[in-house]
Nanobody, 123 residues
Framework: QMQLVESGGRLVQAGGSLRLSCAAT????????MGWFRRAPGKEREFVAT????????YYADSVSGRFTISRDDVKKTVYLQMDSLKPEDTAVYYC????????????????WGQGTQVTVSS
């Protein structure tokens, strides 16, 4: 069974940058589409970004498009989320997820989840 461990979350000022990492263990990483989701206080978990199994397809939520970049390193079995121009509304717990489906924004399609990492953006 694949396991995912996120890291990199911390307190940062608005306008700053962070890079989140998600390290995978277990199954064949290269077969999986990887995604990032987030849950802000009092809100539902929402889609942020996804990258297909070969890295050729990426999708972003409108709210982060142009500011966030998802990438993957199949040798290190790690997926990254580079977050630039951070805003207070980006404050959330960020979750990494994996699916054998093609790149998708649907939370229901992901069946492996990490525990999350807290990102706090101060104004």
């Amino acid at each position: 069974q694949m396991q995912l461990v996120e890291s990199g979350g911390r307190l940062v000022q608005a306008g700053g940058s962070l890079r989140l990492s998600c390290a995978a263990t277990g199954h064949t990483f290269t077969s999986y589409t990887m995604g990032w989701f987030r849950r802000a206080p009092g809100k539902e978990r929402e889609f942020v970004a996804t990258i297909g199994w070969n890295g050729g397809v990426t999708y972003y939520a409108d709210s982060v498009s142009g500011r966030f970049t998802i990438s993957r390193d199949d040798v290190k079995k790690t997926v990254y989320l580079q977050m630039d121009s951070l805003k207070p509304e980006d404050t959330a717990v960020y979750y990494c997820a994996a699916t054998l489906a093609v790149a998708t924004m649907s939370r229901a399609r992901y069946d492996v989840w990490g525990q999350g990492t807290q990102v706090t953006v101060s104004s």
